[in-house]
């Protein structure tokens, strides 16, 4: 768990893709369990950085939806008009020994991002 005297690395990137923006994200990540983080790997894949170089493995992600209205920050970084939905994704990863690595808070273009579930049930 993290301590509320524990550093962490509070992070906002704006994701492009093709050349235009399609997440507006906002990241906590505890600065124990990610050591040496550099703009580097904010510019490319911090989680290639925690699987490669780091060698973190996840379990797994909790994940909360939802639709939401642009607001004027969401307009003015991912290019979408007041009209437009947003999808909000909050979002918790864990490592395989249980321990939080990331919170996120992410605002979505609604034409560009899409989320698949599957729900499965054990007997």
Do not use: W
């Not at 510019?43 to 780091?54: K, N």
């Amino acid at each position: 768990m993290i301590g509320a005297e524990q550093p962490v690395y509070n992070i906002h990137r704006l994701r492009i893709l093709d050349n235009e923006p399609y997440i507006l994200e906002h990241t906590f990540m505890p600065v124990h369990l990610v050591p040496g983080l550099k703009k580097e790997h904010l510019l490319s894949s911090i989680y290639d950085y925690l699987h490669q170089d780091l060698n973190l493995h996840f379990a797994g992600a909790y994940r909360a939806i939802s639709a939401d209205k642009s607001t004027h920050f969401d307009q003015e970084y991912l290019n979408c008009s007041e009209i437009d939905p947003v999808l909000d994704v909050q979002q918790v990863v864990y490592l395989k020994d249980g321990q939080p690595i990331e919170y996120s808070s992410s605002r979505n273009r609604f034409d560009v991002r899409n989320y698949s579930l599957l729900d499965v049930r054990s007997n």
